[in-house]
């Protein structure tokens, strides 16, 4: 069992640097300069937090936070940003390119110097984010569940990563694609998305048990207090408020972006009921019927 975890614990995190070697070499490819060789400083944290969480913690992940979650992204977002960027200033003088919308074209694409020459900039960064998201759900899938942690509330953060996942994938693809003036801002915000993944806040139900109707209501109510904040300022929130501004300040309106919207604002009103709900439980618990 320990030589299991060792096994998974040093494969994931293979997995995360060979990703984002991959990010840094089309950037590279794309700059044409060799100095962003550099951006591969960023892969020694996370090669230093494997040999000690190894050394100290046997390969197990911590309770409440991935530090190995957090430097990957450090590792790759970078590099993310450079080619977003670059592609919206290049636009127009891109050359000739094959979209990854058919199998014909796949199998044209043998080697990575085909890969890097002929397929579309936007295809290419949208696989980046793609593979990053799932790299992200398998990644904390793999790694050795922290103390603490139970393979039901893994399974619980799982399933909350699929469907955050696929938001923050429409918000790139999508949202991000159809402004211009506001894709600094956009990318701000993707990034602050990804906060959600450093934690591994669940609704746990024998912590809640355990606590009875003791305790204050940030205590009692913590990881719904969490999910809250979440919703609100890192993910639906924000996303809710840069897609409004999409349609009402730019004009752009298709379906897929009318049915997010509806998406993040439902959300962000059950939140709010959920606060309310948090609210009278305590106050009736407090003061009693």
């Given at each position: ?30 700059k044409k300069n ?113 103390g603490g942690v ?23 693809s999508e949202t ?114």
């Amino acid at each position: 069992m320990i030589l299991l975890k060792f096994i998974c614990a040093i494969i994931t995190r293979f997995l995360f640097i060979l990703v984002a070697l991959i990010g840094v070499v089309r950037v590279i490819w794309v700059k044409k300069n060799v100095l962003y060789w550099l951006l591969t400083l960023l892969f020694l944290p996370l090669l230093v937090e494997m040999i000690v969480t190894l050394k100290r913690r046997k390969g197990k992940d911590y309770k409440w936070f991935s530090p190995t979650i957090l430097l990957f992204l450090i590792s790759i977002i970078p590099s993310i940003w450079i080619l977003e960027l670059h592609h919206l200033q290049n636009k127009s003088n891109d050359p000739h390119c094959k979209k990854l919308d058919s199998l014909e074209n796949l199998k044209s694409m043998i080697g990575l110097d085909d890969l890097l020459s002929t397929v579309c900039s936007n295809d290419w960064i949208l696989a980046l984010h793609q593979i990053l998201l799932i790299l992200l759900i398998v990644g904390k899938w793999l790694l050795p569940i922290g103390g603490g942690v139970t393979k039901d509330e893994l399974s619980q953060l799982l399933l909350i990563f699929v469907g955050t996942s696929a938001d923050i994938l429409e918000f790139t693809s999508e949202t991000l694609s159809d402004v211009k003036w506001y894709s600094i801002v956009c990318l701000f915000i993707y990034n602050d998305a990804f906060i959600f993944y450093f934690f591994s806040v669940v609704n746990s139900r024998s912590e809640d048990s355990c606590e009875g109707q003791s305790g204050s209501l940030l205590k009692r109510h913590s990881t719904d207090i969490w999910g809250i904040v979440e919703s609100l300022f890192i993910q639906d929130g924000p996303f809710l408020l840069v897609r409004l501004i999409v349609m009402t300040c730019h004009g752009i309106f298709h379906q897929m972006l009318v049915f997010f919207t509806i998406k993040n604002f439902l959300v962000v009103i059950l939140s709010f009921y959920r606060l309310y709900v948090i609210c009278l439980d305590s106050r009736s618990n407090t003061f009693g019927p």
